[in-house]
């Protein structure tokens, strides 16, 4: 089946600074691929989708400034967090949709645990 | 807005089939039901997905009532690694949106 993969699974930061997380499907092309956030005992809430070579589409309340995305292949997206602060502590789930597979599936990835101190 | 109803939990017996419930009765016509789960920790897992027939894998049987109003994920022979949050869904072309989904229990 096909397999989307998260870097890194886990990461600590301190206040202010920013962090990366990637998001790969490795025997898949995406050109679309979405990004969640989890908190805990929460269900998972979309954030935004990225389509390949365009711009992201947040959702209402997120704001495209502190969590920027890039979606620069079929292959691969990016959420930054800038300036990260504590109340982003959260679960961040990447998922992404098969472009040659006909269907609308979506497979995710096992998610980053993002701490900030 | 998940636009789907799930019971909040259920427990099943070891070994016996877990029937899990939803509630979709608003969905459209180019829409699928999807269901997938999550094990405490990690990303969702597909599980099945129909339209409007009924469909058996290797993991589950969905079965999506005439009307598509409703269906049932049924886990044939539920084990103790089947114990997670099962979200039901509906999507045509749009992202897929969670909503609160079960907390299946299975007890030895």
């Known amino acids: 089946g096909a397999v989307v993969s998260q870097h890194p699974s886990w990461v600590i930061c301190k206040s202010g600074t920013s962090v990366k997380i990637e998001c790969r499907s490795l025997d898949f092309q995406a050109t679309t691929m979405f990004w969640y956030r989890q908190f805990p005992k929460q269900s998972l809430m979309l954030m935004a989708t990225s389509n390949e070579g365009s711009k992201a589409t947040y959702e209402q309340g997120v704001e495209k400034d502190k969590f920027l995305i890039n979606h620069a292949s079929l292959t691969l997206s990016t959420l930054t967090v800038t300036s990260a602060h504590p109340e982003d502590s959260s679960f961040y789930i990447c998922?992404?949709?098969?472009?040659?597979?006909?269907?609308?599936?979506?497979?995710f990835g096992p998610g980053t645990r993002l701490t900030v101190t | 807005d998940a636009k789907t109803t799930q019971p909040p939990s259920m427990d099943c017996a070891e070994g016996r089939a877990a029937n899990l419930p939803c509630n979709h009765s608003t969905i459209s016509g180019n829409e699928y039901v999807y269901w997938y789960r999550q094990i405490h920790s990690q990303g969702p897992q597909y599980i099945i997905h129909g339209l409007k027939n009924n469909e058996t894998n290797e993991m589950a049987s969905l079965i999506i009532t005439e009307d598509r109003k409703s269906s049932t994920l049924i886990l044939p022979h539920a084990t103790l690694r089947d114990t997670a949050v099962y979200y039901c869904?509906?999507?045509?072309?749009?992202?897929?949106?969670f909503g609160k989904g079960t907390r299946l229990s299975v007890i030895a």
């Open positions: 998922s992404a949709r098969d472009r040659d597979s006909g269907n609308l599936e979506q497979y």
């Open positions: 869904m509906r999507s045509g072309n749009t992202p897929l949106v």
